[in-house]
């Protein structure tokens, strides 16, 4: 077993840059073994060398280089799976400027819109939403659209489906899943000048590295189905999960999205992608 150490050089960065832990719930080794601390470091690496080769950058005369991560605390979902690391990364130019660096990790998640016709009706739309405390927000009955979190063992698509699954029940392929964030982002020029960021929508990159990719699951089922799907209890409960499934009219889904941002997100990438009429979208456009 390791023992901890108050520090180390991480190599991965030119010049190596020390790690030091005010916590001895994490040690090196889980650290580096922490998928969202290894994505989160392979997307400073890249974006700090960008200020080097390209002469545009506004950051060309006087780079910043990272000095030192300060690891503050770490939260486990199991004994071992880690769910949330908090760290501060110290990063300074020639001339002694910083950036702010505390930054939230907990990787990627994904979510869905999932979007019912009646087959009685060419006017009607529903969204499935979930209900469930999320004590961070201080609420026990926080509504929002179905989501999850990254396992990195699998495609965004496939633990959309997975997800789905568990919060409503439901029952579908990845393949029936279309990523809106992603035909939103096809063809940006430079991909954010060419920083390597995911394919996804960043709720709180002040503070957070999380990034969420948003897919939609549209579907004519007959009204009875969907009203078996009002209230039904689901998700996991050895996982503490107490989700009670709703129905929403979608013309109030942008009142829900007041509040939840992927909500919100995923009914603006929505819209705008039926008005530029792209083309994976266009099934149902002319109800």
Known sequence: MSKFQPSFDLDWFDPPAQVRFDTSHIIKEELLGFHP???WAETLISTLELQRTDVKH???ANP?????ITVQSADWFTKTRIGFVKLSADIKNDKNETLPGVAFLRGGSVAMLMILRPSDSNTERWVIMTEQPRVP??????LEIPAGMMDFTDTFAGVAAKEIAEETGIKLKASELKNLTEMALAGVDGKDHNEKMQAAMYPSPGGSDEFIAIFLWEK???RQEIENLRGKLTGLRTQGEKITVRIL???LLWRVGARDAKTLAAWSLYEALKRARHEELIDYQSW
């Not at 910043?64 to 030192?68: F, G, V």
């Not at 927000?137 to 926080?142: C, I, K, P, Q, V």
Request: aromatic residues 22%; without cysteine.
């Open 137 to 142: 927000a201080g609420s026990l009955r926080f």
């Open 64 to 68: 910043y280089t990272l000095q030192s």
């Open 220 to 222: 004519i089922l007959d």
């Open 58 to 60: 506004p950051f060309h």
């Open 249 to 251: 009219d979608y013309e």
């Open 37 to 39: 601390f290894k994505q």
